[in-house]
């Protein structure tokens, strides 16, 4: 055998009763067959312009000097990304077909595998022909480069959602005319603001807001929803958060990087919780890949805690027109010494900034007071099922947090946290593939979690993100048997519950 089975995640694999299904490996593409398809596909003139348009975004960074660099506030993008030491795991991230071979050592049964250069398409912000056709060839030579290994991997199309229109085209045409099953959103699309949409790119560039698609949103995104449901495909989300906000440093990829994929997922779920989504899709799941599931498990405490004290009914606590101002004025000359004895009553009379403070928040629209309005909030409950039961959180094999996932005592209403492996083998997380498995499965050897809750992170939850949405997605792989028998026993006691 050209690749022998004598790794330490093979054997962990055959001490298992259940396969075990990755989703989020990585392809690395192969620049000049992308340059290729574009050729093909629109001719030498796109191809020449999608060339240009990667250069220019890295000579925008590597083309100037430090200070030039710190004057933009250029962050530092990511370098030196993939294996090279272990070229063997180089190519097989690169050749569909070595990885579908290998696929074994690794302890993995099946792999849904994601893009790298890929990323870059959809966030190509201000050429929309340009998009549009670097992501049509990219998915298009994608699908072929899998043809032929569809026992083991399928690969996740890359889809840009700078409007629902175009997200909805190019999945259409991946899973109706390409046979895709899953579909990777860019779920944050950088826009410019509109009082500066006029001026030069450079300024654009600075000036940018953030759309997470779901929450003032400048469109309205459920006919996109509504077709991930209608053709069967889960919205699984791998977008970053370096170069914005608080990750924009010139001189350190590290620190632009670290906890990038949980701030770009918790974004995601935060818009699509309150902007309504989760209420008016509740059979529509979702997947934040590559950020672990501890953004999710916080993000549900404290919306569980704010909407305790901040619900329709609670808000009004609040009010300004509540203060007892005979009170207040009594305590301020108590207890408010020399310092403050008598200034409130004062600037109470007065146009000071403590009356005009007071003015405005008693001004604040009645129809507006209630954040949780759009997700249909009335009561606890509503809490934990609008948040916890359609979303997935794609986690790394070395993230001891996966625990949190499975310890369902110590939230309100006790649920289990969707936790799912996702290898990231083909980038730099990863200098050995055939490690993954077996560092995973120390969870269960250190007693961080049990076989049981290692069966749904490593299968069981995998299966039910994309099984619960497509029946057929597992139908001629090698995990068909095992994925569709996992789903009747789910449902069996879903319905049992």
């Known amino acids: 055998m050209l690749f022998p089975r004598d790794t330490d995640s093979y054997r962990v694999r055959q001490t298992l009763d259940h396969p075990v299904v990755d989703t989020d490996g990585h392809m690395l593409e192969f620049a000049p067959a992308l340059n290729d398809y574009v050729r093909k596909l629109f001719g030498p003139e796109m191809a020449g312009a999608v060339e240009k348009a990667l250069q220019k975004n890295r ?89 032929g290994v569809g026992e083991r991997l399928t690969p996740a199309a890359a889809i840009s959602c700078h409007t629902p229109a175009e997200a909805i ?26 009082a500066v949409a006029h001026l030069d790119e450079e300024v654009r560039r600075q000036a940018q807001w953030f759309d997470a698609l779901a929450l003032d949103s400048i469109h309205d995104y459920d006919p996109l929803w509504a077709k991930c449901r209608e053709l069967g495909v889960a919205v699984t989300a791998h977008g970053q958060s370096q170069g914005i906000g608080l990750r924009r440093s010139y001189t350190n990829y590290m620190f632009n990087q670290t906890g990038q994929f949980a701030e770009a997922g918790q974004m995601f ?36 805690e704010r909407w305790k004290k901040r619900n329709r ?63 249909g909030i009335s009561t606890e409950r509503e809490v934990c099922d609008r948040f916890v039961p359609r979303f997935f959180y794609g986690c790394e094999a070395d993230d001891p947090h996966v625990t949190l996932a499975f310890r369902p005592e110590w939230y309100p209403f006790k649920p289990r946290f969707n936790a799912m492996l996702g290898s990231d083998i083909g980038h ?7 490690h993954v498995l077996a560092e995973a499965h120390e969870l269960v050897e250190d007693g961080l979690i049990t076989a049981d809750d290692f069966r749904d992170f490593t299968f069981g939850n995998a299966v039910r993100l994309h099984g619960e949405m497509n029946p057929g997605f597992f139908e001629g792989t090698v995990v068909e048997r095992a994925a569709n028998d996992y789903l009747k026993k789910n449902q069996a006691a879903h319905r049992a519950a």
Not at 171 to 183: M, R
Not at 275 to 298: I, K, Q, S, W
Not at 343 to 356: E, I, K, N, W
Not at 428 to 434: A, K, L
């Open 59 to 147: 000579a925008r960074y590597y083309g100037r000097t430090d200070d030039e660099r710190r004057a933009r506030r250029l962050y530092r993008p990511p370098f030196w990304v993939a294996p090279t030491k272990n070229s063997l795991d180089r190519a097989t991230a690169m050749l569909p077909k070595l990885m579908a071979e290998r696929l074994e050592t690794f302890g993995i049964d099946y792999g849904i595998i994601y893009p790298t250069i890929g990323f870059t398409y959809p966030e190509i912000i201000y050429e929309d022909e340009l998009r549009r056709a670097a992501c049509r060839a990219h998915n298009t030579m994608v699908a072929d480069l899998f043809e």
């Open 169 to 194: 085209a190019e999945i259409e045409h991946c899973v109706k005319t390409l046979g895709y099953k899953v579909i990777m959103l860019s779920q944050i699309v950088r826009r410019p603001v509109e």
């Open 269 to 304: 779920a935060r818009a699509l919780f309150f902007g309504g989504v989760t209420r008016r899709f509740p059979d529509l799941n979702f997947a934040f890949l590559e950020g672990g599931v501890t953004f999710g498990v916080t993000l549900y405490v404290e919306l569980f």
């Open 313 to 375: 009914s609670n808000i009004e606590q609040y009010d300004p027109a509540l203060l007892d101002v005979s009170l207040m004025n009594e305590m301020f000359d108590r207890y408010g010494g020399s310092m403050l004895k008598g200034r409130l009553a004062a600037a109470l009379q007065g146009d000071a900034l403590t009356a005009t403070a007071l003015k405005r928040e008693s001004q604040e629209d009645p129809n507006r007071l209630d954040d949780f309005a759009a997700a």
């Open 428 to 434: 730099w997380d990863v200098p050995d593939m055939t």
